[in-house]
């Protein structure tokens, strides 16, 4: 059965800095990955996905995501965070179904 | 964003009532979904419908009945809930529910209902 482990409950960043989210998942094939953000009272809006081809991929509002097999990650990064990217992160794969990790809360400060 | 609605937006309800969520997407898509989002749990999958046939349910207590008229609306309708029941529920929508079909099982979601069940 597949899963997905994103290891950092909260992360505080300063607006300005990078930010990183990780994301690890456990299956045999290369499953079909996923990153939403999810603001708060909002549903989720989909950010990037990675199907095959190229490990970096790009997605929108400046983020991007890198697909490293051989970590079995997937990790998210944006180079310099605003202060309206506060907001839940999840990571998320599929294989028969999609599944989603536990999400990451990201706190930015002025 | 007004790929995929859902109303209400809010709902308080007693545990006798009945009520319905309303889902609606606007992508062409054929495949709906309801999960169900509740505090410090990841988001747990209802159900599946792909044209307009259920192939899921998510071992899903009978006091969650869900319609699906055809694939651009999805109902979720509620009867005798309990307060544990209280979450905020989403509605996602993709084009085909089949894996391994090349991003068509790409979901997209709704700002979703949250629901409180006093």
């Known amino acids: 059965a597949q899963s997905v482990t994103q290891p950092d409950i909260h992360i505080t960043v300063s607006e300005g800095a990078s930010l990183e989210l990780r994301c690890n998942y456990s299956y045999g094939a290369t499953p079909y990955l996923f990153w939403y953000v999810q603001s708060p009272g909002q549903g989720l809006q989909l950010l990037l996905k990675?199907?095959?081809?190229?490990?970096l991929v790009q997605g929108i509002k400046g983020f991007e995501a890198e697909f490293k097999r051989s970590q079995s990650s997937f990790n998210l990064r944006k180079p310099s965070v605003h202060w309206s990217d506060a907001a839940e992160y999840f990571c998320a794969s599929n294989d028969y179904k999609l599944s989603f990790g536990a999400g990451t809360t990201v706190t930015v400060r002025a | 964003e007004t790929g995929v609605t859902q109303t209400p937006r809010h709902l308080v309800m007693g545990m006798t009532n009945k009520k319905s969520l309303k889902c609606e997407q606007h992508?062409?898509?054929?495949?709906m979904y309801w999960y169900k989002q509740s505090a410090k749990k990841p988001l747990e999958l209802m159900f599946v419908?792909?044209?307009?046939?259920?192939?899921e349910n998510n071992s899903v207590p009978s006091r969650f009945s869900p319609e699906c008229p055809n694939s651009s609306h999805l109902f979720l309708h509620l009867h005798t809930l309990q307060p544990e029941d209280s979450a905020l529920y989403l509605c996602?929508?993709?084009?085909?529910?089949?894996?391994?079909?090349?991003?068509?099982?790409?979901?997209?979601f709704g700002p979703g209902t949250r629901l409180l069940v006093l």
């Open positions: 996602a929508s993709s084009q085909d529910s089949t894996p391994g079909t090349s991003g068509e099982e790409t979901q997209y």
């Open positions: 992508l062409g898509h054929n495949a």
């Open positions: 990675y199907f095959s081809g190229d490990t």
């Open positions: 419908y792909n044209f307009k046939e259920q192939t």
